[in-house]
Structures are given as structure tokens and as C-alpha cells.
């Protein structure tokens, strides 16, 4: 099967699962899309043969371990996780729908990650339309390629690169932003999918 088909069969199965962002990334400022769902989905998981969606409550052990963690600072419950799987039905990785939320409305991202829980590519769906004009220098300047690689543990630091003057102060602090809902992305994987142990 080529990846042109397995695109358009991935587009179909997530068509059928019409899923909606969670509730807290809802906001009365216009949201700008840079990506679809069915973008990011055959984007991010390019060799997925099947597509499984689970909706994610947190609640119990699990949301007070999450919630344990320092840069845990979201209050939303609910997520979208998808599962890629291969012709035989194994897992092969995950998408994580995250909403990272601003004072300027949220910011809405998707985060594939491997088994190990690693992030493989991460993506910027959706922003405020104020904060979309912020962001566009990141973007342009491959802010989003630079998680790849990275897991639970990653620092919330900004590299230098994206400290000049092309950068303003606010866009920094959006990437700042940014870079903590793929941490939280991984943190919820590992929440989900890992064996119980310690977290920064």
C-alpha cells in the first residue's frame, strides 16, 4: 500500500471519530489553524497502518502524580491520545492532543511519541489569533523541530538561538510555553503508558 493511500485511509478513520479539542482550550478569540487534525495525524504518524483514538480522563492516582510534578500548572482533565499501529495491530506510537493555556487564549499542539515515550515531531495546531502573529518568527526559524528526541525529563530552557532580538520578550515566553506542553505531553504518556517512578 502506498503512503498516499494510507493517508487517505487515515484521513477516513478520523473522520469517523470526530473528535473536538478539550473543553479549556475553548476561548472567545478567533484561533488561528496551522494544522488540521488530519494534518497532524498523517504528518506526525506517517506509517500508521491503523488509527485507534482513546479520550482520556484523569482522575485518582494518576492525575495527583501529574499534578505532584512542578511544571504541572493544567487544570484540564481530558485529552485525546491516538494510537498508531502496524498491519498485526501493535502499537507503533502515539499522538497526544495537548491545550496549553495563555493569558491571550490557548495554545493547541499535537506531540507524537515513540513507545519509549520520546517525542518524535511535535506540531503547533492552533493559536489566538494575537498570539499567532507572536509566534510566526519561532516558527519560521524551526522552533518546533528542536523536541525531537526529547522525553519527561527535557529542560525548560530556551536555547539562545531563539534569544535574539528577532525573538520578542513575549514571543519567548510562548515558546516557553510551548516547549512545556510537550513536556507535559510526555509526562502524560509516561503517566499512562510507564511504570511508576520519581519525575523532576
Known sequence: MNKILRILILTALISAFQPGVPASAETVEPMVPFFTLKEAVAKLLPNAKKLTQRDIVLDGERLNRLRQLKNWDTGETRFTLYHARNEKGKITGALVIFPEPTVQGPLVLAVALSNEGRVTEALLMEAGNKTADRLLPLLRAGYMQTFAGK??????????KFKGQEF?????????????????????????????????
Not at 151 to 160: G, H, I, N, Q, T
Not at 170 to 184: M, R, S
Not at 187 to 195: C, G, N, V
Open 168 to 200: 520578542s520578550p513575549i514571543a519567548q515566553t510562548y515558546a516557553l510555553h510551548i516547549a512545556n506542553a510537550v513536556k507535559k505531553s510526555a509526562q502524560l504518556f509516561d503517566a499512562l503508558f510507564k511504570k511508576k517512578r520519581s519525575s523532576p
Open 151 to 160: 522525553d519527561k525529563d527535557m529542560k525548560l530552557v530556551l536555547d539562545k
